[in-house]
């Protein structure tokens, strides 16, 4: 497994660096919360990625397995999905009542129709 | 061998996956393959080891996600404006390629995939997966350690999706659709 | 969908099997991967399927939004009220160990609780997003 070295780290942050790309450069609402959600999953894949032990088993115990991959980041990044989850539907909710109000959802426009008196 | 080849070809699916979100401009499309990288995710974390984590990401995100954006899309439209779309934005880039050169930076002191001699490993989780046994008598250590060592975060995060299911009720309930047929 | 007989068909025979999968899920959670998050969104998932299907007015006929919220709220005090009982019987807020003389047994006890009210709670939730979503533009009428 040394071959592999940092390999899972470098993929983790170019997925984050192409959320964080998709979150800033792009005027559509919805493209920008799919960003922040490929950004978070990255997040999480490095967290995972610290985890693993090498030859070790899923963290559950059973006779004739000694050495178990660490559970702790499993348990945080479990809180961290339903908490993303949670975000996204309430950011999909503002989106459909900004959609409602504005007529648009791509922000320049939201912004021009904010600028005229 | 048998840890290598999965690691590396999904890695690079996901990859593929995530740069194909990035150029498509039919949002349908998009939301489809969010929960397609979603699914990857999932097994790039089973072959990691994470399985508790896999399952939750799995149905969550390839499920749940995935159906709540296109009731949104639906609601919404489902093109992107093109305009925006094909020009390559040079400052964003700019600032991601750097904020990723440092990320990359940082990380180069971190510890070895699978490591076992990493910090992580040291201090608090060995107690967990020593005592677990005898003090909740439970084999899933994931389940254990949520519930019975860490249920106060497990309390914070019910209170989360308590509140965003309120929000949403708030947000686009009835109470709103009241008082516009009022108006 | 009175023109899908298959979709329709096919959809009656799989959500029993989908809410006894979530039930699996939910009960397992101890000695395999599992627990109150994923069954709360199985068990949701297969109310979505039959609101995809059947669309929302039959949806909320199964399931009230008044139940919904009843039940979303019942499972977080469930979870508050397991560390209030661990007060008031004379250990910390949810230690478990006070429930039962032998501290194991307590923490099964504790445990079993916690995870159903997450799993009453995540469900509850899931379906009323949903349906709120889905609800949002047809009643609304031609406001847009």
């Not at chain 1, 490929?38 to 995972?48: D, E, G, S």
């Not at chain 2, 009731?71 to 390559?88: C, F, H, I, N, Q």
């Amino acid at each position: 497994m040394e071959i592999l070295g940092h390999y899972n780290y470098w993929v983790a942050i170019a997925l984050m660096m192409l959320g964080l790309y998709l979150v800033i450069a792009r005027g559509n609402l919805i493209k920008k919360l799919v960003g922040l959600n490929i950004f978070q999953t990255a997040v999480f894949l490095l967290y995972i990625t610290v985890s693993k032990v090498a030859g070790g088993t899923a963290a559950i115990l059973k006779e004739g397995y000694t050495l178990y991959s660490n559970p702790l980041p499993s348990v945080l990044i479990l809180t961290a999905i339903v908490v993303a989850v949670s975000t996204t539907a309430v950011a999909l909710a503002i989106i459909v009542r900004i959609k409602h109000a504005y007529g648009t959802i791509e922000d320049d426009d939201i912004m021009a129709r904010d600028g005229d008196p | 061998m048998i840890f290598v080849v999965p690691d590396v070809l999904l890695l690079a699916l996901l990859l593929a996956t995530a740069f194909a979100i990035a150029r498509l401009g039919n949002l349908v499309a998009v939301v489809m393959l969010l929960g397609l990288y979603s699914l990857l995710m999932a097994l790039v974390w089973v072959v990691l080891d994470a399985v508790d984590v896999a399952f939750t990401e799995a149905a969550v995100g390839a499920g749940i996600t995935t159906i709540l954006m296109l009731s949104a899309v639906a609601l919404t439209g489902a093109e992107e404006k093109p305009r925006r779309r094909r020009r390559l934005s040079w400052v964003s880039l700019a600032i991601v390629l750097a904020t990723g050169a440092a990320l990359v930076y940082a990380t180069a002191e971190m510890p070895h995939l699978g490591d076992p001699e990493a910090p992580v490993h040291r201090h608090v989780a060995p107690r967990y997966i020593s005592e677990s046994p005898r003090e909740t008598g439970i084999p899933n250590l994931v389940t254990s350690v949520l519930a019975s060592y860490r249920g106060y975060d497990t309390l914070g995060e019910v209170a989360v999706i308590f509140t965003a299911g309120i929000a949403v009720l708030v947000l686009l309930g009835r109470g709103f659709r009241r008082r516009e047929d009022e108006e | 969908m009175n023109e899908h007989v298959v979709l329709r068909v096919v959809t009656k025979a799989l959500i029993p099997f989908i809410l006894l999968f979530g039930l699996y899920v939910q009960t397992h959670g101890d000695y395999g991967p599992g627990g109150g998050f994923q069954a709360g969104v199985i068990f949701a998932s297969a109310f979505i399927l039959y609101g995809l299907i059947f669309g929302i007015g039959a949806t909320r006929r199964v399931f009230p939004s008044r139940l919904l919220l009843l039940l979303a709220a019942l499972g977080l005090l469930m979870f508050a009220g397991v560390g209030v009982a661990a007060l008031v019987m004379g250990g910390n807020y949810l230690e478990y160990a006070v429930f039962a003389e032998d501290s194991v047994f307590g923490n099964h006890i504790g445990i079993w609780l916690v995870e159903l009210g997450v799993g009453l709670t995540v469900s509850s939730v899931m379906v009323t997003i949903f349906i709120t979503f889905a609800g949002f533009g047809s009643v609304s009428g031609d406001t847009r």
